[in-house]
């Protein structure tokens, strides 16, 4: 689904399809998901963030608008991929929003404390996800002007 | 006074001055029965019968001189001999050595009574002069030698014993003095002048006799005391710093040794047991045990062998310990004054060790204390590891059970959504369960979570005004409300020592559940209160409803968690709800309880505090 240039819009952090398959479905009824790299793991993210093993050919200038993260990730989790974004001086301006099931206190905290841009608990509450993946798009996507990279 | 009578007078009082000396020695010896003081008591009786028969003769005049010539040579010889055996007593000589000098004394006092026999005493023949200066010399040679002896072998010994054998060394010297005395005194008889100065020197000598033989309770003061000086610097150290039983016995030990002048001792830290020895083997000091034990109330106890040794007890107040010392050749006397001392010694060790043995039942306790603490710490950890395991499985319920159930609500709320108008009627009642039930079990999770999130949350307590947690738990009910009329009569709510955060949550549980089975009422009442406060709980709370209550006979399930009183269809809940209420009021080291009547509403009690303080439960 990624552009024809190679650049996306939204690059999705979900080893969940089914999570993934809904959070899609709300996309696209809002014509969101033209643009929107899904990956299954940590490690597999950090790659196509930070262009290198699979996604080796990448630009490192052309970045998502916003990246969707799980916390509970296979090999690196989502917390790690975080704090290496937030890190790095060449990605950290990416707007990185923590999607994920967990209501555990200390997550919100420590993804706070790594510099997330916004903390959503996945509602079990189909109305209230759809809810949530709408506000979600618009906001980063249409409304939120990130600066140009460095 | 002419100057005849003058040496008539000295002369009475030398031989009063040996008889009295002969007499304390007999009396030691009787005293002590021990085998060197007999000797000394023969030696000295021995000198002071010469003495006797000599001022006797003067009286009598030259037959009974004549008559008893042969006794006052054997007596003298006895003398010689029992000073010569005194020194074996106390420094053995080599049996065979002891046998040659005895051979020689007897030899040549056998000399001198035979040239007396066969010449008598008349002119002096060169024989006779050669009989009786060999006899003067040997004895003089069996009296001297010991001086010399001991004083050279006092050096390395303790002050004590040094003093006493410098002491006996001297004694020696005198009677070796004496002797010659009374031969230049006889054969210078002719000038006075020079009768009264040896008068005088023999008076003069007689008290060194005593003192070095018999020493007296004075002189032995006066031996210990340069010792007992440094003793009473060293008694502050053995009984206020002596770290342990040990220490003390060992420290005790020496001391009694030293001012006392003894051999050897051991310290005995209950019948049986010795804690410590000097001088001696733990073998020696066990051989002892029984002649000691069974001394009876006596502090001194002959202990008999070659040479004779005896041993003074000190009795200490504390688990019958004692000090036994072991007397040597060298030991003064263990007369009635070391025995004092002794004892008074013993009280202050006695005390020491009483400080001792609290010292070390202290430290064991402090032990004990410190092994229970380690325990404690131990048990702390492996809490503290359960709590980390279980905080790990909530988080994997949370993200895990979760996500499946989204899955299956989402995606049923797709297809009811939309294509509904693609199934059947009864399809989509289908589908509606399967989301409903769906969302239910969100519920059920989110609510657990909650509930098992309680035992490792980390308390604040502080004083707060329960009438603002209520007005707050109202405030935020109050969209459930959904623009329902209940009538919410709070009472006066004074103030607790609480969790604010927490105690809302009560609040929030219990007034939901009042709303919400109150709702059936036309006219719904919900009350917030407290009952008279005690001393030992406090006040008591209460939130009461006139809604659809429950049958009491189930009151005891009311608490426990997924315990519900209705059936879902009637009101909706997971039955997490009052067990988190539960939760609460008892990690406040409250309780809880209800009054309820089918149809007839309920009414929940509960306090804030107990007898238990607020307690750190781990989640069940």
Redesign the interface.
């Known amino acids: 689904m990624a552009g024809n240039d190679g650049s996306v819009d939204i690059l999705m952090v979900e080893d ?1 399809a ?2 993934e ?2 959070t899609l ?1 709300e996309l696209a009824k809002y014509h969101l998901t033209n643009r929107i790299q899904v990956v299954r793991d940590g490690q597999e993210a950090l790659e196509y963030v930070f262009c290198t093993g699979r996604y080796a050919k990448r630009d490192i200038k052309d970045q998502p608008h916003v990246i969707l993260l799980d ?2 990730l296979p090999f690196v989790d989502g917390l790690e991929v975080l704090k290496r974004i937030k890190q790095d001086q060449r990605t950290r301006t990416i707007p990185v929003v923590m999607l ?5 206190e200390r997550d919100l905290i420590e993804s706070y404390r790594l510099g997330v841009n916004s903390y959503i608990v ?6 209230q ?2 809810e949530s993946a709408r506000t979600l798009g618009m906001y980063w996507l249409l409304l939120n002007r990130p600066p140009k990279a460095a | 006074m002419s100057e005849a009578g003058f040496i008539t007078v000295s002369q009475y009082a030398t031989t009063a001055a040996f008889a009295v000396i002969a007499a304390l020695t007999v009396r030691d010896w009787l005293v002590t029965r021990d085998e060197s003081r007999m000797y000394l008591a023969l030696a000295i009786g021995s000198l002071a019968a010469v003495s006797v028969l000599g001022q006797v003769g003067k009286l009598l005049g030259p037959s009974f001189v004549a008559a008893s010539a042969y006794v006052t040579i054997t007596v003298f010889l006895v003398s010689g001999l029992a000073l010569l055996l005194f020194r074996h007593a106390v420094i053995p000589l080599k049996p065979r050595t002891l046998r040659l000098v005895v051979g020689i004394v007897i030899a040549t006092g056998m000399l001198e009574i035979g040239v007396q026999a066969i010449f008598g005493r008349t002119a002096p023949k060169p024989i006779q002069l050669i009989a009786a200066a060999a006899f003067v010399l040997v004895w003089s040679g069996c009296v001297g030698e010991p001086s010399v002896r001991l004083w050279f072998a006092a050096r390395r010994r303790t002050v004590v014993q040094r003093a006493r054998m410098r002491a006996l060394s001297l004694g020696y010297l005198a009677i070796v003095a004496l002797l010659l005395v009374a031969v230049v005194t006889s054969s210078l008889a002719a000038q006075p002048a020079i009768q009264i100065g040896f008068a005088l020197a023999t008076i003069a000598i007689v008290p060194l006799l005593y003192a070095g033989f018999v020493p007296p309770t004075w002189l032995r003061r006066t031996w210990r005391q340069s010792e007992e000086d440094k003793f009473q610097q060293a008694t502050h150290d053995i009984l206020l710093f002596a770290s342990d039983q040990l220490a003390l016995a060992r420290r005790s030990l020496d001391w009694a040794i030293r001012l006392t002048g003894a051999d050897a001792g051991y310290f005995l830290a209950r019948p049986g047991t010795i804690l410590a020895t000097q001088g001696m083997t733990a073998e020696d000091a066990q051989a002892l045990l029984a002649p000691v034990a069974g001394a009876g109330g006596r502090t001194v106890v002959p202990l008999g062998g070659t040479p004779p040794r005896s041993a003074m007890i000190a009795r200490l107040h504390v688990n019958d310990a004692a000090i036994v010392l072991v007397g040597g050749p060298f030991t003064p006397v263990f007369g009635s004054d070391e025995e004092a001392w002794l004892q008074q010694y013993a009280a202050m060790v006695s005390t020491g060790l009483e400080r001792v043995r609290l010292v070390e039942a202290l430290a064991q306790s402090n032990g004990q204390l410190e092994d229970k603490v380690r325990e404690v710490t131990e048990r702390t950890q492996q809490l503290e590891a359960a709590n980390r395991e279980l905080e790990a499985f909530s988080y994997t319920i949370s993200h895990d059970l979760r996500a499946p159930l989204r899955a299956v609500s989402g995606f049923a709320s797709i297809l009811f959504e939309e294509y509904a108008d693609a199934m059947p009627a009864e399809a989509r009642g289908y589908l509606k369960r399967v989301k409903d039930s769906g969302d239910h079990m969100g519920h059920l999770v989110d609510d657990l979570l909650a509930f098992s999130r309680l035992g490792r949350q980390a308390a604040r307590t502080q004083r707060v005004s329960v009438r603002g947690i209520v007005d707050r738990a109202l405030q935020e009910l109050s969209p459930a409300l959904d623009g329902r009329q209940v009538e919410v009569v709070i009472g006066e709510l004074p103030d607790a020592e609480c969790d604010a955060a927490l105690v809302e949550q009560i609040f929030v549980n219990l007034l939901s559940n009042a709303f919400k089975y109150s709702r059936r009422r036309e006219h719904a009442r919900v009350e917030v209160g407290v009952l008279e406060a005690t001393a030992a709980e406090g006040p008591t709370y209460f939130v009461r409803d006139n809604g659809a209550g429950f049958d009491m006979e189930y009151a005891g399930k009311l608490f426990g968690v997924f315990q519900r009183m209705h059936r879902s269809e009637d009101f909706e809940g997971t039955g997490v709800g009052l067990a988190i209420v539960h939760r609460i009021v008892e990690r406040h080291g409250g309780r809880i309880w209800a009054e309820a009547k089918v149809d007839a509403g309920a009414t929940f009690y509960f306090t804030l505090k107990g007898a238990q303080q607020w307690r750190a439960t781990t989640a069940a």
């Open positions: 969940n089914n999570d398959a809904l479905h916390i509970k994920t099931s967990s209501r555990e996945k509602p079990v509450d189909f109305d996800f759809k």
